[in-house]
């Protein structure tokens, strides 16, 4: 297979891009001052094709190695001969049906396998319609866990500082609340109990956990759960903590009897070198997204203890109280079986274990450049970390030149690749993220 080529055309992607600037919003941009995009018209394997005859007057466009994963999804590549078989199975069946009184194999597998690799304790299921949602879900499980043991008054969460955990108004409010994207709702938003941002590997984790246990203890009678993004905080600053802080938030949750979620919306499914970080220090509820359909289609899942199931069940609705439209979509659960099939054949282990050799490798050397606060590699995540906010356009532009996409933001100019990445494209990223750390 080839990429394909981009329309012929020239003025058919101006106009494109034109109407794309006057009429779309995209994620975190102003209507009135929209920062630029790039037109994409096709991709394979860990590569985007990319319509650059606007600005150039070519027709063979530019190809480049992705090396956001479509913000941490596609772990995969695109067009998997897998996945595609999957989809067109599966919409040759049925593309959707709705979950309110009906049920179909593909969410009842996805359910039975989700069970089976993610730790014991965790036996119920819910499929939600995005990360977000899942996040929403979480949250309103643990209230209502609280009302079914007899507690209602117990209604806000314990988090951290340097958290994000999506965009819908619950996850706002446990997202940081000072250095977040979501400052301006503070008013508004459901107050939550922050505790300070864990310590990097290594660090005083008894210092920090002296001051989480307070925070529990002098709060307790109003807490209903704590939820953290375990090992790697990420759209809240892409910081690596030490796993010694889930131990504890594991032990204020038994002592206070706290529900206790974990956000591995991000983290989960290799990403950080553990198919689940959950599967070292175990949640109450687990949320999952992004990578579970490899990127294809939106599809989350929330997975629970026995005990919380039950507790929900005895609280006075009786029922878990949330119902999306497209729940347990069939298309959305055929790819997710299909994507954590090859996920398991392709040995994920072996391939983050050799994106984070190299990201090692070709990272490691920006530590103490002009301009370079840190650098931090965990699992097949690369983050350098300017001393000053970066200058998005300037540093996609050079990583662009380099042949890779990148989405630099804050301070942040990082990389998650998709696992399948070779070793040239793999060299070629690190070498457009100090090219971009240099001009940013």
């Not at 600037?21 to 995209?26: G, I, K, N, S, V």
């Not at 069970?115 to 965790?122: E, G, H, K, N, Q």
């Not at 931090?376 to 200058?391: I, S």
Request: charged letters at 20%; proline letters at 6%.
């Amino acid at each position: 297979m080839s990429l394909p080529t981009p329309d012929p055309d020239p003025a058919r992607g101006a106009a494109l891009l034109t109407f794309d600037r006057e009429h779309l919003w995209h994620p975190y941009t102003s209507m009135t001052d929209p920062a630029p995009v790039r037109l994409v018209t096709g991709a394979e394997g860990v590569r985007l094709h990319l319509d650059d005859q606007v600005s150039t007057g070519s027709t063979t466009g530019k190809s480049v190695v992705d090396a956001m994963s479509s913000w941490w999804s596609a772990i995969h590549g695109y067009r998997v001969p897998e996945l595609d078989a999957a989809l067109a199975d599966q919409a040759g069946r049925m593309a959707h049906v709705m979950f309110g009184g009906l049920t179909h194999a593909p969410a009842v597998e996805l359910a039975e396998r989700l069970v089976s690799i993610t730790p014991d304790p965790l036996q119920h299921v819910f499929l939600a319609d995005s990360g977000s949602v899942s996040v929403e879900v979480a949250i309103k499980m643990a209230l209502q866990t609280q009302r079914g043991r007899g507690r209602p008054e117990r209604t806000r969460l314990l988090t951290l500082r340097g958290g994000y955990h999506g965009d819908t108004f619950g996850c706002m409010s446990v997202c940081d609340p000072v250095g977040g994207m979501h400052s301006m709702f503070t008013e508004v938003l459901a107050p939550q109990v922050f505790a300070e941002r864990p310590p990097a590997p290594g660090g005083d984790v008894e210092a920090w956990a002296e001051g989480v246990r307070r925070l529990a203890a002098e709060n307790t009678d109003e807490l209903a759960g704590i939820i953290v993004e375990p090992r790697l905080q990420g759209a809240g600053g892409m910081w690596v903590y030490d796993d010694r802080c889930l131990v504890v938030l594991r032990e204020i949750a038994d002592e206070h009897g706290l529900v206790l979620i974990f956000d591995e919306i991000a983290t989960g499914l290799g990403r950080t070198g553990d198919l689940f970080v959950s599967s070292q220090v175990t949640p109450d509820i687990l949320c999952l997204g992004k990578a579970l359909t490899g990127g294809y289609l939106t599809l989350a899942a929330v997975l629970t203890t026995t005990e919380v199931a039950h507790a929900i069940s005895r609280s006075e609705s009786g029922v878990l109280m949330h119902g999306p439209t497209f729940m347990g979509n069939p298309l959305a659960c055929a790819v997710a079986l299909a994507s954590l099939d090859l996920l398991a054949a392709r040995g994920w282990e072996q391939d983050v274990r050799r994106v984070s050799s190299a990201l090692t490798a070709g990272l490691s050397p920006l530590a103490g450049a002009p301009g370079v606060a840190a650098v931090r590699v965990l699992g097949a995540v690369g983050v350098v970390q300017l001393d000053h906010p970066v200058d998005g356009a300037k540093a996609t532009d050079a990583a662009l030149r380099e042949g890779v996409w990148i989405r630099p933001f804050r301070d942040l100019i990082y990389t998650m690749p998709p696992y399948v990445t070779g070793e040239e494209d793999l060299a070629r990223i690190c070498r457009a993220v100090a090219a971009a750390a240099e001009v940013a």
